[in-house]
């Protein structure tokens, strides 16, 4: 079992930056696969990028070189820096582990607005 806590959301700019933090509860070295997922409103969460404990990434092509998903496991945490923010990446951000059964943070909200 894992709890999990989102930072790091906001408001930016188009063309901005933000980078997401997701904090566990416990070790994360053992978890295969962590990911973020994002839902903007009126539509179903979808994927944004998973890294596997051993380094391998996948992003959704969305957001395939802007965004940048990685792990610190001496911290325990799971990052997301988001470049090149665009009004469509508006959403509530989620962090995910994969351990069997998924778990799931509370989400933080990210607005790409002028």
């Known amino acids: 079992q894992v709890q999990l806590v989102e930072s790091g959301g906001g408001l930016v700019q188009p063309g901005g930056s933000l980078r997401l933090s997701c904090a566990a509860s416990r070790n994360i070295f053992s978890i295969n696969v962590m990911a973020w997922y994002r839902q903007a409103p009126g539509k179903e969460r979808e994927l944004v990028a998973r890294i596997t404990s051993g380094g391998t990434t996948n992003y959704a092509g969305s957001v395939k070189g802007r965004f940048t998903i990685s792990r610190d496991d001496a911290k325990n945490t799971l990052y997301l820096q988001m470049n090149s923010l665009k009004p469509e990446d508006t959403a509530v951000y989620y962090c995910?582990?994969?351990?069997?059964?998924?778990?799931w943070g509370q989400g933080t909200q990210v607005i790409v607005s002028s």
């Open positions: 995910s582990a994969n351990m069997g059964v998924s778990y």
